[in-house]
Nanobody, 117 residues
């Protein structure tokens, strides 16, 4: 019900944009938060940020300066924008829904993004 889409290969210094298309659920349903999470190779999951049901956003401090998350409620999509990417941004990127009790109850399948020239 969540599906990530975007480029698999991005050059350093460019902006990465990934879109999560949500089906069967609504991104405006009260009290749910729509998150981006990534897993670099050989590392654990890293929470990037979320956009909430009312459009509020929150980002992890480690990436906040380069990140924004937007949404298109007419398409039931939300999009991650990560600028000035470096090879350290290479990871599998996931979109997920956080429930009101702060668990992730729906996940996308993940999309591999490689940053390389």
């Amino acid at each position: 019900q969540l599906q990530e889409s975007g480029p698999g290969l991005v050059k350093p210094s460019q902006t990465l944009s990934l879109t999560c298309t949500v089906s069967g659920l609504s991104i405006t349903t009260n009290y749910y938060y729509w998150s981006w999470i990534r897993q670099p190779p050989g590392k654990g999951l890293e929470w990037i940020g979320y956009i909430g049901y009312s459009g509020d956003t929150n980002y992890s401090p480690f990436i906040k300066s380069r990140t924004s998350i937007s949404r298109d409620t007419s398409k039931n999509q939300f999009t991650l924008h990560l600028n000035s990417v470096t090879p350290e941004d290479t990871a599998v990127y996931y979109c997920a829904r956080a429930s009101p009790i702060s668990t992730y109850d729906y996940w996308g399948q993940g999309t591999q993004v490689t940053v390389s020239s």
